[in-house]
């Protein structure tokens, strides 16, 4: 049996991206940077959406997104975080196999 890491099965999947539509959002960018002392979104998404920037900001770009939610339960205690599943047609398409 050939082992293959998580990085490559990821990459066996294909996104395709609505433009100027993420169907993601942090809803008050200042909760993360002054509030939110943990910031787990940045470690708990596998497809590393979200990003802890150096200057204490989070920055989320939903390219990639896998649809999991793990953003959205990590976050409830801000409950900073707009989720809803991409339009018809957009986000993940998953290659099972
Ligand atoms: S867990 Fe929520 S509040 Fe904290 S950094 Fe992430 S999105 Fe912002
Ligand atoms: S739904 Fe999952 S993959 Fe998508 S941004 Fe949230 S944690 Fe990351």
Redo the contacts with the bound molecule.
């Keep these: 049996m050939i082992a293959v890491n998580v990085e490559e099965k990821l990459f066996q999947n294909r996104y395709r991206v609505d433009a100027g539509r993420p169907h993601?959002q942090i809803k008050d960018a200042d909760i993360c940077t002054n509030t939110c002392q943990d910031k787990s979104?940045t470690y708990?998404?596998?497809?590393s959406?979200?990003k802890a920037e150096g200057n204490g900001t989070v920055t989320l770009i939903?390219d990639g997104?896998?649809?999991?939610?793990?953003?959205?339960i990590i976050c409830s205690e801000h409950a900073n975080v707009n989720?809803e599943y991409p339009r018809g047609g957009h986000g993940i398409l998953f290659k099972f196999g």
């Design positions: 993601i979104c708990v998404c596998p497809a959406c979200y939903t997104c896998l649809e999991c939610g793990s953003c959205r989720w």
